[in-house]
């Protein structure tokens, strides 16, 4: 059986050739599938009852579990999902101004890369999730919340560039203008620097919104935090990005989980004014979620600390913002993603 949701509408179209039936019904099922969500081929009524037959024996229809929805006091959903598998994973829906949300999809069950602050890194590698797992993600919550426009990033549990393929697929289809139809300027993909990920990318999905887990920009202190930087140095991640294509007026981001003596002093904001003076940048400050899973020596830095940090920067030019950790009270902020019992 073929699991409909990961098929491109030209896959699905050369199956349902295949079948003997008219092409417009592959636009006919995508559309349903990806625009309306539905679950079941009986609820395609426009789909004669012989066809719909025919689709079942080919086709399923994926669907994922909601095993347990929290909601922080500032209004952030995490959820709990449950795959075929029985394996977990966490997304969550964070409320933005002007009554618009984000979506944060996971990408993998756990993660390899074993960033020292995160929660999913600790985790350890399970797998990768399928195209139609990391779809389900955002269906599921648009469907349940009725929500029509939403940004999706990238940002989840897992390195969404270590499960390369599956991800770009997925993007592909939440941009298509017969499915979810999302614009690419609304989808962010982040990751903590995979050279010839990143390279591949700039052919397969140039101008989508790219965040770069940085955290550092010393390269010794770097390697401590994020073990990839000892294979992707810094340097190339950074000449690699330089010259990613951007939707216009947008800025790459730089994600900075703001760590007490680690990466907070005086010579990292300088480190950060060489790093990123040429580019045309955001550096999102993000204040250290502490969570279970933690090493006890990762403090986070005080606010007014923090506050100084940015103004510092700001005052040299720098286009910084430092973020609100939404969710944390509900271990659902940045890092503190991961699933027990996966
Ligand atoms: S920060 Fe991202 S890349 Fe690093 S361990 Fe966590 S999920 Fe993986």
Redesign the pocket.
């Known amino acids: 059986m073929i699991d409909i949701l990961s098929l491109y509408r030209e896959e699905l179209e050369s199956l349902i050739l295949e079948l003997g039936l008219e092409r417009y019904r592959a636009s006919q099922l995508f559309s349903f599938i990806h625009k309306h969500r539905v679950e079941r081929f009986d609820d395609i009524s426009v789909i004669k009852k012989e066809i719909r037959a025919s689709l079942k024996e080919l086709f399923y229809i994926p669907s994922i579990v909601c095993k347990k929805k929290t909601r922080s006091n500032d209004m952030t959903t995490k959820y709990l999902f449950q795959l075929a598998d029985l394996a977990n994973i966490e997304t969550v829906l964070i409320p933005m101004k002007d009554n618009r949300y984000t979506i944060c999809v996971s990408t993998q069950v756990g993660?390899r890369?074993?960033?020292k602050f995160?929660a999913?890194?600790k985790m350890g590698f399970k797998r990768n999730l399928t195209v139609s797992e990391i779809l389900l993600q955002v269906y599921y919550i648009l469907k349940e919340q009725k929500l029509k426009n939403v940004n999706v990033v990238y940002m989840g549990?897992?390195?969404p560039l270590d499960n390369y393929d599956n991800v770009v697929k997925s993007i592909k289809i939440l941009i298509d203008e017969d499915g979810c139809n999302i614009s690419k300027r609304r989808i962010t993909l982040s990751t903590?620097g995979i050279v010839d990920k990143i390279e591949k990318l700039k052919k397969d999905l140039p101008y989508i919104n790219m965040a770069l887990?940085l955290h550092c920009a010393i390269d010794e202190k770097r390697s401590y935090l994020?073990p990839i930087n000892k294979k992707h140095k810094l340097e190339d991640v950074m000449k690699s990005l330089s010259t990613f294509p951007m939707p216009r007026r947008k800025r790459i981001t730089f994600e900075y989980v703001m760590i007490k003596g680690i990466n907070d002093t005086k010579e990292d904001r300088k480190a950060l004014l060489r790093l990123l003076s040429t580019y045309k940048s955001k550096l999102n400050i993000i204040p250290l979620n502490k969570h279970d899973l933690m090493d006890a020596d990762l403090e986070p830095t005080e606010k007014r600390n923090i506050e100084e940090f940015a103004e510092f920067l700001r005052s040299k030019g720098m286009f910084v913002t430092i973020r609100d950790s939404k969710g944390s009270s509900i271990d659902a902020a940045c890092?503190m993603l991961a699933t027990k019992n996966s």
């Open positions: 993660c890369m074993g960033c995160c999913t890194g549990m897992g390195e903590c887990s994020m890092g």
